[in-house]
């Protein structure tokens, strides 16, 4: 049966949408800016469109899972990100959540 | 000005003030992070075409600054469309109801042209529709902007349920006019093995005094009701004095009424609650007879400059009279006073009528709640 690539692109996405945050937050245990997270997170596998993942440090941030400090670096001002002590928390218990969904579909599949 | 300014510009002029500067200033790194990138690639400088390139990679600048935004994504959220396509659904069926209820109204009342009343028909549930979507909408995306989750969205109960079948107009015309095989075939299981669809009762109720309220504010007319008596010699009727006095306690009379139908129909069970609204509204619709009756005048007819008055008392709540009636002249004046009496039987039996729903009502109250007995 051949499978229909535009319904398989809509449901990997989906597939995708939640683990990314868990991939930003793994990512971030190191600082990094924007530019250079986006190239980690593609050399893993993961693209990312800038247009998602620039709002998405935002919203990290805001949550209190990420903090942010303007620097210059390679002679231009930059943001650097990093993990929150209350980011590492969360990224330790969303880990442990992902182990346990990703078992139990070891075991479905 | 160069791309990156005009793009930045464009972005800029979506974002809300306190936060621009600083996701402008972290969006002109990104941008120039990827210029850069791609000429240490091609190892000379970008053109302009591909620096727009890069710029149409990053994406649109409405679409870029909307994934900043804070608020909802979208007017009607995942959360609420089902319910908001449940009220538009519902509403333009109750629209074309109306609709269908004014035209069929006009059409036997006998309008100057049958094809004009159609074409209004079909005006009048555009316009309504369009009007209800928006209103619905607006509605909508107020709750989502304000985050506001009303309690029936949480706490529902399954014998509540019975409005939702509004939406479906196979359900309406089974449960109110349907037969039996219709109701079999069209209806949902559960209304066809019930007696009757129970709000259908509500929903007519609701319907019929939508269009006395739309004909007494003036929104449509029966041209056939100001003229009485044989072709060629009809008189005109005119109100007297106490309906222009009683308007406004008419007019929130059936609207009360209407309120009492549409809670009904939201909630079926609601026995007591509904018992108690309508022990009070008939009480109004008492208190409104009785005003009425007391004014003593209540039409005139007029005829060839002749006129006779629609008037009573008392006095005529005498069963003789109502025995004689029909053998009164066929003036002016012997058709006033047919129409006299039966306008004061037409009264006093109304009142008899509403002193009996208000003890019927009464009495529910005091019944036990039957979704505790059940």
């Known amino acids: ?109 | 000005m160069d791309l990156i300014d005009r793009y930045l510009n464009a972005v800029a002029a979506q974002l809300p003030q306190d936060e621009r500067a600083d996701i402008i200033a972290e969006l002109r790194d990104l941008i120039l992070s990827r210029f850069e990138a791609r000429e240490e690639e091609l190892g000379r400088a970008l053109t302009g075409d591909e620096q727009e390139a890069i710029l149409h990679e990053i994406g649109h600048p409405l679409v870029v600054a909307a994934r900043y935004r804070k608020g909802p994504d979208s007017l009607i959220g995942p959360e609420l469309f089902p319910y908001w396509l449940f009220a538009v659904k519902a509403g333009l069926l109750l629209m074309l109801a109306v609709q269908a209820i004014v035209l069929f109204i006009n059409l036997v009342g006998g309008p100057a042209d049958a094809g004009q009343s159609i074409s209004q028909a079909i005006h009048g549930f555009i316009g309504s529709g369009i009007t209800l979507i928006g209103v619905v909408t607006v509605i909508g995306a107020a709750m989502e902007h304000v985050g506001y989750r009303p309690r029936w969205m949480d706490r529902w109960r399954v014998s509540e349920l019975s409005a939702f079948g509004l939406s479906d107009p196979a359900a309406w015309g089974a449960a109110m006019g349907g037969t039996r095989t219709a109701k079999a075939t069209w209806a949902p299981r559960s209304l066809g093995r019930a007696r009757g669809w129970p709000g259908g009762e509500y929903l007519f109720s609701f319907l019929a005094t939508g269009v006395f309220v739309l004909w007494w504010i003036g929104a449509i007319h029966f041209p056939g009701l100001i003229r009485l008596g044989p072709p060629g010699a009809e008189a005109l009727v005119t109100g007297a004095p106490i309906w222009t006095t009683l308007f406004g306690a008419i007019l929130l009379y059936a609207v009360a009424q209407m309120a009492v139908d549409l809670a009904s129909l939201a909630r079926p069970s609601a026995v007591r609650m509904r018992a108690a609204a309508q022990a009070v509204i008939a009480a109004a619709g008492l208190w409104l007879t009785w005003t009425i009756f007391g004014a003593g005048h209540w039409f005139t007819l007029t005829r060839d400059g002749e006129t006779a008055r629609i008037a009573g008392d008392w006095s005529l709540l005498d069963i003789d009279r109502l025995r004689a009636l029909g053998d009164g002249t066929r003036d002016l004046a012997g058709m006033a006073g047919t129409l006299s009496l039966v306008m004061s039987w037409v009264l006093a039996l109304s009142a008899i009528g509403l002193v009996f729903k208000i003890v019927g009502s009464l009495w529910r109250l005091v019944q036990p709640d039957p979704r505790r007995t059940a």
Do not use: C
């Not at chain 1, 440090?57 to 620097?71: A, M, N, P």
């Not at chain 1, 993990?83 to 928390?89: D, I, N, R, T």
């Open chain 1, 1 to 109: 049966m051949i499978v229909d690539p535009e319904l398989f692109e809509s449901m990997r996405l989906e597939l995708r949408r939640g683990s990314l945050v868990l991939a930003v937050l793994a990512r971030l245990r190191e600082e990094r800016y924007g530019y250079t997270l986006r190239q980690a997170l593609a050399s893993d596998g993961l693209e990312m469109e800038e247009s998602t993942l620039y709002p998405l440090l935002r919203r990290l941030e805001s949550q209190g899972l990420l903090t942010s400090e303007w620097r210059e670096e390679e002679k231009r001002r930059k943001r650097f990100y990093r993990l929150s002590p209350m980011g590492e928390a969360m990224l330790s218990a969303l880990a442990d959540e992902w182990r346990g969904i990703s078992a139990s579909l070891d075991k479905i599949l």
